[in-house]
């Protein structure tokens, strides 16, 4: 494909840090609220930001449908920290007394939410030695981030930090702990879109 | 899970939470109770306090930081991020919110300063800051201190967006202009603003803050809320607009359904409907120059 048409979910959070960061490796981006929009795009983000309040909004304007539908067209779909959270089979809030969050289910991993604290636990590391080629190196920014556990045998890790999972991918279903948006490197996301 | 961090936290993941809540509304809360509405309403995160700026103004007296009972109450009860506000100059209220691990500190207007001539030095936090602010100068002084999101002052308490537009228009119309300027001018225009050239460079560089930019003071109804994002504002705060207005569930929900869908006539035409009384607002020609919070700081 030439340029990719990437969508970036908009309901809440970093959705024009991942505009930025997409257009600097040449895609075109659009917000996108509607099921509508969701159909026309080649790849798609779930932005990081409040996962609560995201998957709030996903439930008022009924794109639970729609967003498992993509994630089972085979076209590409990222989530990133709070969009991590929502694409797992199950979110979980350990050792609190927090709401569930009701979750896409189409990467087979368990997300433990803030599972590092609040934000003065928020870190950067560089990816263990071992993460998949064109990764080498790679500094994560962790922000309330949450850990994936429980993963299942389809579930490929591409990148680890203190021996945990941080991206892990589900043939075209992508999901990662820190914020590759963040910041100037944007090798996660080439390798995500295939460019 | 990792041990305890110390020490300051860089800039970048300071800055990082606050893109995290662009497209949000940060709601002020003074019980768990009420945190539990923001969040069930879509809060992206909210700002506990003891009194809501109108009853502030109301009660008068010295407004401090909120009790260290009410901030840990509502962390246990919710999720998202909890911020807190400390008094302008006060690093030592600062500092106990640090070490609670509030996930945003707010050095506000809305409280009593405790110093009149300097902020707090924002950078040594393990804590974001967020400051208010009136225009690009103020914007830029704060920024130079650490903060790592900018809001309007707008009139807290007061159920009035006229500041909270001034200070938009303000500070998005000082940055337009820079871009306008050469090089040399660009130092000049710093020194009229009394903000560090390198940091008036980036912005004009960029047309933006560095910092995310968002806006509070006065916002009391979902248009309210899309005339902000309309006029740049990445996000907003509502502080007594929630929980003194008739039906403070149904207008949370519905200033949250207006924020992220600010650019649809018709969503925020929907989100306007039946909810009740708006809270009381004030006309801000009546309040003395001592009953206006946005003159404080610097």
Known sequence: MGSPLVGILAIQGDFEAHGRALERLGARTRRVLRDSEIAELDALVLPGGESTTISKGIERLSLWEPLREFAASGRPLLGTCAGAILLSRRAESPGTEHDPVPTLGVLDAVAARNAYGTQVDSFKSRVDPGAAAGLEGFECTFIRAPVLTELGPEVEVLARVEGRPVLVRQQNVWASCFHPELGLDGRVQRLWLGL | ?298
């Open chain 2, 1 to 298: 899970m990792s041990e305890k961090k110390t020490g300051a936290q860089a800039f970048e993941i300071k800055v990082g939470l606050a893109e995290q809540m662009k497209g949000g509304v940060i709601m002020d809360v003074t019980t768990p109770e009420q945190a539990k509405i923001a969040e069930d309403s879509g809060a992206a995160a909210v700002m506990a306090l003891e009194r809501v700026p109108s009853d502030i103004r109301k009660d008068g007296g010295v407004a401090r930081m909120c009790s260290i009972a009410v901030i840990e109450g509502i962390q246990k009860c919710v999720s998202i991020p909890v911020m807190a506000k400390v008094r302008i100059g006060h690093f030592a209220e600062a500092s106990v919110l640090d070490a609670l691990g509030v996930d945003f500190i707010d050095e506000s207007e809305v409280l009593t300063p405790a110093d009149e001539a300097h902020h707090v030095d924002k950078h040594g936090f393990r804590s974001p800051f967020v400051c208010g602010a009136r225009n690009l100068g103020e914007a830029l002084r704060r920024i130079a201190e650490g903060a790592a999101m900018i809001r309007t002052k707008g009139e807290a308490g007061s159920g009035n967006i006229v500041e909270a537009v001034r200070h938009l228009r303000q500070v998005n119309g000082d940055i337009r202009a820079l871009s306008a300027l050469r090089s040399e001018e660009l130092a000049t225009r710093a020194k009229e603003l009394g903000a560090p050239v390198e940091l008036v460079r980036h912005v004009a560089e960029h047309g933006k803050l560095p910092v995310p930019n968002f806006a509070a003071g006065g916002i009391a109804t979902p248009a309210d809320a899309a005339l902000c994002m309309s006029l740049g504002a990445e996000a907003v705060f509502v502080g007594s607009g929630i929980f003194k207005s008739e039906d403070p569930e149904k207008r949370a929900r519905a200033v949250v359904h207006a924020t992220t869908h600010w650019q649809e006539p018709e969503e925020v035409l929907a989100a306007s409907r039946d909810l009740g009384d708006a809270m009381p607002g004030l006309e801000l020609d009546q309040l003395a120059d001592h009953e206006r919070f946005a003159e404080r700081g610097w």
